[in-house]
C-alpha cells in the first residue's frame, strides 16, 4: 500500500478530532515566521539517493551539511572555549588558568569597551567603561601580563576583537616572539567583522573602506606569516542578540562573509590562500530544531557559494567552520536558575548542528559579568553533553528527521532570498550603509518584545511561572578603582619608553596608512615601540576618519 | 494639555548594544510620546546638552556595560548644575538590583530592568513627569517694536553646496558672505523681500553650528526678528521668564547687534533678536 492514500485517512481523521478538541494555536510559526505543519513524513523531504547526494552528501564531503569532517565529535569533541575576560590583565590570567585548570581546551577573551573602540584607559571616553565587559589591553604590557604562563605554542586563543584587531594581534605576535614561539606556531581566531559591527554591535571607529582594508591587510599577511590563524570570525552572534531571526542571521552573517571574499579578492589575494581560514560564529537560540536546521543549512549554503560563486578549488575554503554561542539575550534576571536550563538546550542544539567550538553562558550572565562558579557550571554543562549524553556517538543524529530535513531546506530556501536582495542592493555594504539589514533586525526585535508582551511568546519565569521574589545571588564586582590604576600604569610606560624608536614608529605607521602597503608590519613595529592601542588608533583615525552612524 | 511628552532616549558611555533603547524608543512613540535617541557613545554633558536643546521633559538612560554607576549619577548632577533638575530621568539595562538604591539616590527616578513591559514605563514616565512651565501668553502682544521676521537662519554642513538650492532652485542671490570667527562660523545671506535666508556652514568642529549639526543634522537652526532696541526686547522677554543665551547684545556682523533666547522656552525654536545699526538711520531719515 502507497502513503499517499494512508496519510489523506489520518489527515481526515486528525481534522475532525480537531473540530471538537482543537489544538493550542491556530497556526505554529516559529520566530522566522516558517509555519510548521502538524506532522512531517516522507512526503516533505524527497527520498531519492540522488536527492540524498546532493543535498546532504557524507560528513566531511561536498556540501558538508551533515558536517565538515568525517568522523566528527567520534574523533574528538568540539574546542569548549568559554569567553572570559574583566578587569585587569592579572585578573583575567588568573580567570584564565583556573579555565585551563577545570578542562577548557581554549582561550577566549573578552576586551573591555575602551579596548574594542581603541581608546586608552585614561582616555576621556574610557570613563566608567574600563575593565568592565572584558579585560584593558592598552599595551603590549598588559598583553603580556594576559598571557603570562599560557603557551602560545599549545594553547589556541581566540580574542573578540573587531575595529582594532590588527592591534590586538599585533601585541599576540609580539608576546609569542617575547616567548620564542615562532608565528607559525600560534592558533587562535580574531573576529574582525567589522560589517557586523555597522549592523548590530556598535563598536566601530572607521569608516567601511579603510576597515576592509585593514581586514585584507590581516587575510595578506596571515597567509604568509601565521598560517594556523583564523583571521576572521564573521559573526551572526551578535545580529542575533540584536534581534533578529534565525534565517536573517544565516542571510546577513553569509551575505557580509560574501563582501569579505569580495574584498579580498579586489585586493589581489587568490581565494583559496584564504579561505580556508575563514571561520563563523553563530548563536544557538531556544528552537531547538530551528537551530539545528540552521547550522546544517549554513554548511550547505556556504559550500555551494565558495565553490559556484568564488570558483574555490580546495575543499578546505568550502567548509564553514563555526564557533557557537549560546544566546545571551535568551537569559532572563528572573529565577536565574532557569538560565541552566536554556543553556543546556541551545547547547545541545549546537552540538547536534555540529559546531566546532562553543561557549555556554553562565546563569548570572543578565545581571551581570560571570562568578567563578557560575562560569564552571557553564563549563561543566558542555562537558556533560560530550561525555554522559550520548550525544557525540554517531555524526549528525539528526539528519534524515523528516522534519529536520525539511526545515533545514525552508531555513536556506530563505536565507537565499535575503542574499539575492541584499545582492540586488549592491551587496552586504551597501545594504548596511542604507540601513537596510539594521531595519530588519528592530522590526524582528519590535515584534518579538510585542509578542512576549501580549503573552503569545512564552518566556518562563517573566511572563509565566513568576514568582513575587527572586533570592539574590552573589555577583562579580570588577574594581572600581581599576581605572585609575590603569592610567598609572600608562603614566609610567609612556615615560620610560624610548622616545624616538616610538615616534619613529608611529610615522611609518601613518605613511603606510596613507600610501598602500600592508599596515600589520607597521603596526607591529609600532606595538614592539610601546605605542599604545590608542596611540595608535589615533594615528588611523587621523588618516581614515571615522564612522559616524545615521541616527535612528 | 495636548502636548506630547518629548523623551529623550540616550547611551551614555561606550556600548554599543542598543536594542533595549531601540524597542523603548519605538515602544514610547507607540505611546503617544515624541523620542528622540540619542545614537551611541554619548558623554553624560553630550545628553544634558541635548535634552535641553530638544527640551524634553525625560531622560532614559540605557546601559549594559556594567558603567552604569558612573555614568548616570553624572547625567543628573550635570542637570542639576544646569538647573534643569525638573527633567524627569529613568535608567535601564543589565542593572543588579542592589545598585537600584544608590542610583535612586543619585537622582534617578526609576531603573527598568529587562522584562518590564514597555507599558509600564510609559505609565510610570505619565505620572511623573513635570510638564513644564511655560510662561503663560500676555494676549498676543508681540515684544515692544518687532518690525518683521529679518532673517532665517539654516545650518548647512557645507554652504558652497546648499547655495545652488537656493541660487538655482530658488533663484535668490548671494548678497552678503562673511565668516565670524568667534562664532566659528561662515554666513552667507540670501535676501528675498524683507526676509533674508542665512547659511551657516561651521568652520570648525567645536563651534556652536558644528555641535547642532552634529546633534540633530542640517536644517532650520533659528528664526532672528528685526526689532527697534535689542536690549528692550531682551528685558521685556526676561520679565515674562523667558530663558535667554544671552543676558546683554552683541555683534552679529553686517553691523548688527543680536541676541538669542534659548529653545527650551521658546517651543524649540531658537530665537534671535537683531537691530540694524544703520536701519534706524535710515528710517528717521
Known amino acids: ?552 | 494639555m495636548g502636548y506630547p511628552i518629548r523623551v529623550l532616549v540616550a547611551k551614555p558611555g561606550l556600548d554599543g548594544h542598543d536594542r533595549g533603547a531601540l524597542v523603548i524608543a519605538q515602544g514610547l512613540r507607540d505611546e503617544g510620546m515624541e523620542v528622540i535617541y540619542t545614537g551611541l557613545r554619548q558623554t553624560p554633558a553630550q545628553i544634558v546638552s541635548t535634552a535641553l536643546q530638544e527640551d524634553v521633559s525625560c531622560i532614559g538612560l540605557s546601559s549594559l556595560s556594567g558603567a552604569h554607576m558612573e555614568l548616570f549619577p553624572e547625567v543628573a548632577r550635570l542637570l542639576r548644575e544646569q538647573g534643569a533638575e525638573d527633567i524627569l530621568i529613568v535608567g535601564g539595562g543589565v542593572i543588579p538590583d542592589a545598585d537600584i538604591p544608590p542610583l535612586k539616590a543619585a537622582g534617578i527616578a526609576a531603573v527598568f530592568t529587562p522584562g518590564t513591559r514597555i507599558e509600564k514605563v510609559a505609565e510610570f514616565i505619565r505620572t511623573h513627569v513635570q510638564i513644564r512651565d511655560l510662561p503663560l501668553d500676555d494676549g498676543g502682544t508681540p515684544f515692544p517694536g518687532v518690525q518683521g521676521i529679518d532673517h532665517i537662519g539654516i545650518a548647512v554642513l557645507d554652504a558652497a553646496t546648499a547655495i545652488a538650492f537656493y541660487t538655482q532652485g530658488l533663484g535668490l542671490s548671494v548678497t552678503h558672505e562673511e565668516v565670524v570667527q568667534d562664532q566659528g562660523v561662515k554666513t552667507i545671506f540670501l535676501p528675498l523681500n524683507a526676509v533674508q535666508i542665512e547659511l551657516l556652514e561651521p568652520i570648525g568642529d567645536d563651534s556652536p553650528i558644528a555641535k547642532f549639526i552634529a546633534a540633530k543634522g542640517p536644517g532650520l537652526h533659528h528664526i532672528a526678528y528685526a526689532v527697534d532696541n535689542v536690549e528692550t526686547a531682551l528685558a521685556h522677554a526676561k520679565t515674562l521668564g523667558y530663558r535667554l543665551i544671552d543676558e546683554t547684545p552683541r555683534s552679529g556682523g553686517q553691523g548688527k547687534l543680536i541676541a538669542f533666547v534659548h529653545p527650551k522656552s521658546t517651543h524649540g525654536v531658537l530665537t534671535e533678536f537683531c537691530q540694524h545699526a544703520h536701519k534706524g538711520v535710515d528710517e528717521s531719515s
Open chain 1, 1 to 552: 500500500m502507497s502513503l499517499e492514500p494512508r496519510l489523506e485517512e489520518w489527515q481526515r481523521k486528525t481534522e475532525a478530532s480537531v473540530a471538537k478538541r482543537p489544538e493550542r494555536k491556530n497556526d505554529f510559526p516559529n520566530h522566522s515566521d516558517i509555519s510548521i505543519s502538524r506532522l512531517y513524513t516522507t512526503k516533505d523531504v524527497p527520498a531519492t539517493d540522488e536527492s540524498y547526494l546532493a543535498k546532504l552528501g557524507f560528513p566531511g564531503e561536498y556540501p558538508y551539511t551533515r558536517g565538515i569532517q568525517p568522523t566528527m565529535y567520534r574523533g574528538r569533541f568540539w574546542t569548549m572555549r568559554q569567553y572570559a575576560g574583566f578587569g585587569s590583565a592579572e585578573e583575567t590570567n588568573r580567570r584564565f588558568r583556573y579555565l585551563l585548570e577545570q578542562g577548557q581546551t581554549g582561550l577566549s577573551t573578552a576586551f573591555d569597551l575602551p579596548t574594542q573602540i581603541g581608546y586608552d584607559a585614561d582616555h576621556a571616553m574610557s570613563r566608567g567603561e574600563v575593565g568592565k565587559v572584558g579585560v584593558s589591553i592598552s599595551s603590549i604590557h598588559d598583553m603580556e601580563t594576559l598571557l603570562q604562563d599560557i603557551p602560545l605554542d599549545k594553547v589556541s586563543t581566540s580574542m573578540t576583537i573587531n575595529a582594532p584587531a590588527a592591534v590586538l594581534l599585533a601585541m599576540y605576535l609580539v608576546v609569542a616572539e617575547k616567548q620564542g614561539v615562532p608565528w607559525n606556531q600560534v592558533s587562535g581566531t580574531i573576529q574582525n567583522d567589522i560589517l557586523k559591527e555597522y549592523v548590530a554591535r556598535g563598536t566601530y571607529i572607521f569608516p567601511p573602506k579603510p576597515s576592509m582594508r585593514l581586514i585584507t591587510d590581516i587575510f595578506d599577511f596571515c597567509s604568509r606569516e601565521v598560517p594556523n590563524w583564523n583571521t576572521i570570525s564573521i559573526s551572526g552572534y551578535h545580529i542575533r542578540e540584536a534581534g533578529s531571526t534565525a534565517v536573517q542571521e544565516l542571510a546577513f552573517t553569509l551575505s557580509n562573509a560574501i563582501a569579505y571574499v569580495d574584498a579580498a579578492q579586489k585586493a589581489g589575494l587568490q581565494v583559496d590562500d584564504f579561505a580556508p581560514r575563514l571561520s563563523f560564529f553563530f548563536n544557538a537560540h531556544n528552537d531547538f530544531f530551528e537551530e539545528i536546521a540552521k547550522f546544517r543549512a549554513a554548511r550547505r549554503m556556504w559550500a555551494r557559494i565558495m565553490k559556484e560563486r568564488f570558483g574555490a578549488k580546495n575543499s578546505k575554503s568550502m567548509q564553514l567552520r563555526f564557533h557557537t554561542q549560546t544566546a545571551g539575550s535568551t537569559l532572563t534576571a528572573q529565577q536565574p536558575d532557569n538560565n541552566v536550563v536554556r543553556v543546556t538546550v541551545q547547547a545541545m542544539a549546537a552540538v547536534l548542528g555540529g559546531t566546532q567550538s562553543l561557549h555556554t553562558n553562565s546563569k548570572d550572565e543578565a545581571l551581570a559579568l560571570p562568578t567563578e562558579s557560575s562560569a564552571r557550571l557553564a563549563l561543566r554543562t558542555q562537558q556533560i553533553l560530550a561525555n554522559e549524553s550520548g550525544l557525540t556517538d554517531t555524526i549528525d543524529p539528526l539528519g534524515g528527521s523528516y522534519y529536520v530535513e525539511a526545515l533545514t531546506d525552508a531555513v536556506e530556501e530563505r536565507a537565499w532570498e535575503y542574499i539575492n536582495y541584499i545582492d540586488h542592493l549592491g551587496g552586504a555594504v551597501a545594504a548596511i550603509e542604507q540601513g537596510y539589514m539594521q531595519q530588519e533586525i528592530h522590526r524582528a526585535a519590535y515584534d518579538t518584545q510585542q509578542a512576549i508582551e501580549r503573552g503569545e511568546q512564552v518566556v518562563v519565569g517573566v511572563n509565566q511561572f513568576t514568582t513575587a521574589s527572586d533570592e539574590s545571588s552573589e555577583l562579580l564586582r570588577v574594581d572600581p578603582e581599576i581605572g585609575q590604576k590603569q592610567a598609572l600604569r600608562l603614566a609610567t610606560l609612556r615615560s620610560q619608553r624610548p622616545l624616538q624608536a616610538h615616534k619613529a614608529a608611529l610615522q611609518k605607521l601613518r605613511e603606510t596608512a596613507v600610501g598602500e602597503g600592508n599596515l600589520m608590519p607597521a603596526i607591529i613595529d609600532a606595538v614592539r615601540a610601546y605605542a599604545t592601542i590608542g596611540e595608535i588608533c589615533d594615528v588611523l583615525r587621523d588618516e581614515f576618519g571615522e564612522y559616524r552612524p545615521s541616527v535612528f
